[in-house]
């Protein structure tokens, strides 16, 4: 019996631990939410960062009424630079000028609205380094050197002839791994979900890609506790859901997250 | 059998939880220098803009004589000396005041007047700061209005006793420092903190400005800038001088910080017009910098205007080009 109790109270420090509380919201109900998105890809013009609250889930989604226009916020590079954000329209919030994403750099959000604090950080993964690809009967599996510190997932995109733009591409990653050693020598394995029929014919073979992110670790986190791995959009608008963001502060919610991209045509 | 589920508990306590190392702040004081940064920012970048330092022509301001507000910012016995008609003679004590009460937004444009141009410019960029857009200099100032008073400048511009030790090496912008510290956090609201700022400068007056580089330079005792083009600094500078491209790398998102917070900075231009209207713009922010007068104009004269490239022409004080324009005395 008392050991049936220790290792119930275990498992309850255990979990309690573990948990950071600030960072994983259980609750199912409807409460209003400052949501926070920015993804910022290395060696690329910084998109932005969005601002906005849930909207109560029997209402209809409309960034007028779901976008903060008052945040005070600015971006805070390696520690040093400051990079103020303004805004310009739905939510968004860009620098003075256009700002290139440096691999390596850490980038920190700071910022507040209505008198309650926002914080979040990544630090922007190198470009994943790929050494070949292969084409497996109805997916894409790259083989890349992992580094300390991120995690990674593939996608299949599939690119015009011509214009070599994105006609189509995998909605989500079929995984996202990390390294599970500290060997970083190692060689990783990424797969891409299944390829749809259509595009595993002849007339696509030479323009179909596997495209590798690269993402801070704080993904891998993110990604595994969505409910059941499934895409969380309408967490973003409506709330609820137990993710682990890493956007910090009362009541917020959100992904400040830094990736980077490589794609390669598989063999 | 107790003790080894506690240590255990511990372990597990200590291992399962170091993988998430941020700190999380869970207060966060906006740092008001950012917020300074911004506020500069969103009055519309004025020193990173293209617009900057607003020079006007003057056969535009002869040609509109009635329609734009003129003020003449030199000193009362200057004015008498001779100065434009319908000219309103303010000095900086009196010029925001001035700004601020005459409606000066019902004017299509205000021209500032000084004697060479830099210190108009200066004032321009900080009444720019401080939210009116309609702000210029005239060019040159007096001394491109009519040849009496183009004297500041003919006996300025020269090429420097020293130029045979200048270079075109790049030497390095220093790694990036923080912000200076120019309020107490949470001293109050920011755009009035930022105003009244402003305005303490504009009271001030254009004091901050040197007449001699070249020994500076010997010394390494100040942060030497040229901020204009890349054929401005490959033309020759002074040992040790940094570039700083105009419009571009003091910009938040480019080299802004790099530049020195605990060290003076001396910034030369083509003809300290610009290097006056950045200078005003470093200062809000809290650097201690200083605007090298006449800026190229007095260093390397004679390499601007003269050769097969004539690029550079156009920012040099050209005899040719003062005015003869006509002038009151008196009040």
């Known amino acids: 019996m008392k050991n049936s109790i220790a290792a119930a109270l275990l498992s309850i420090i255990f979990y309690h631990g573990c948990e950071n509380v600030d960072v994983v919201e259980t609750k199912i109900e409807y409460r209003e939410r400052i949501v926070v998105s920015a993804e910022l890809s290395a060696e690329t013009f910084f998109t932005g960062v969005t601002f906005t609250r849930t909207l109560p889930i029997d209402e209809t989604y409309d960034i007028k009424k779901a976008e903060l226009k008052n945040v005070v916020s600015y971006l805070r590079i390696n520690s040093v630079k400051i990079v103020p954000l303004h805004y310009k329209a739905d939510g968004l919030y860009l620098p003075a000028d256009s700002l290139v994403i440096e691999e390596g750099d850490k980038y920190e959000l700071i910022g507040k609205v209505d008198g309650k604090s926002i914080y979040a950080e990544t630090i922007i993964p190198e470009r994943p380094s790929i050494n070949n690809a292969l084409k497996e009967a109805d997916y894409i599996e790259a083989f890349i050197t992992p580094r300390e510190g991120e995690v990674y997932g593939g996608k299949w995109i599939v690119i015009a002839s011509g214009s070599g733009d994105t006609i189509a591409s995998a909605h989500e990653f079929s995984s996202i791994i990390q390294n599970s050693g500290l060997n970083t020598s190692a060689t990783l394995s990424v797969r891409t979900e299944v390829i749809p029929q259509i595009y595993l014919s002849s007339a696509y073979s030479d323009r179909i890609f596997i495209e590798v992110c690269s993402f801070d670790k704080a993904y891998l986190n993110y990604y595994n506790s969505r409910s059941g791995q499934n895409v969380v959009n309408n967490t973003f608008i409506q709330g609820g859901e137990s993710v682990a963001w890493n956007v910090f502060g009362e009541n917020v919610i959100g992904l400040f997250i830094g990736m980077g991209r490589s794609r390669i045509k598989a063999q | ?331």
């Open chain 2, 1 to 331: 059998m107790k003790n080894k589920y506690y240590i255990l508990a511990v372990l597990v306590l200590l291992t399962g939880c170091l993988k998430d190392d941020i700190n999380i702040p869970t207060d966060i004081e906006l740092n008001s220098s950012a917020l300074l940064l911004k506020f500069l920012e969103e009055q519309g970048n004025y020193i990173n803009s293209s617009e900057a330092p607003s020079l006007i022509e003057p056969a535009e301001v002869f040609a509109n004589l009635n329609s734009y507000l003129i003020v003449d910012v030199r000193t009362n016995q200057e004015f008498i000396n001779g100065h434009i008609q319908g000219a309103w003679n303010i000095n900086n004590t009196e010029l925001l005041n001035f700004i601020l009460t005459n409606n000066v937004n019902s004017y299509q444009k205000v021209v500032l007047v000084s004697a060479d141009g830099q210190e108009s410019a200066y004032f321009t960029c900080l009444l720019r700061l401080y939210g009116f857009n309609n702000i210029f200099t005239l060019k040159f100032g007096m001394a491109y209005w009519n040849i009496d008073f183009a004297g500041v400048w003919l006996e300025k511009i020269k090429n420097s006793p020293n130029l045979h030790s200048y270079d075109s090496i790049n030497y390095p912008k220093k790694p990036f420092s923080s912000l200076p510290a120019v309020f107490e956090q949470n001293s109050g609201n920011i755009q009035d903190l930022a105003k009244q700022r402003i305005a303490s400068f504009i009271a001030k007056g254009f004091v901050d400005k040197m007449d001699d580089i070249d020994e500076i330079a010997i010394s390494n005792s100040m942060y030497l800038v040229c901020y204009g083009s890349y054929l401005l600094y490959q033309k020759g500078h002074p040992p040790n001088t940094v570039f700083y491209m105009e419009t571009e790398h003091l910009k938040s998102v480019k080299d802004l910080q790099t530049l020195p917070p605990n060290q003076e900075i001396l910034i030369y231009d083509y003809n300290g017009q610009l290097s006056a209207a950045v200078t005003a713009y470093l200062q809000v922010l809290g650097y201690n910098a200083k605007s090298f007068l006449f800026g190229a104009n007095q260093l390397l004269y004679y390499n601007i205007i003269g050769g097969y490239d004539t690029r550079l022409r156009a920012y040099a004080f050209l005899r040719g080009y003062i005015g003869n324009f006509p002038y009151v005395t008196g009040m």
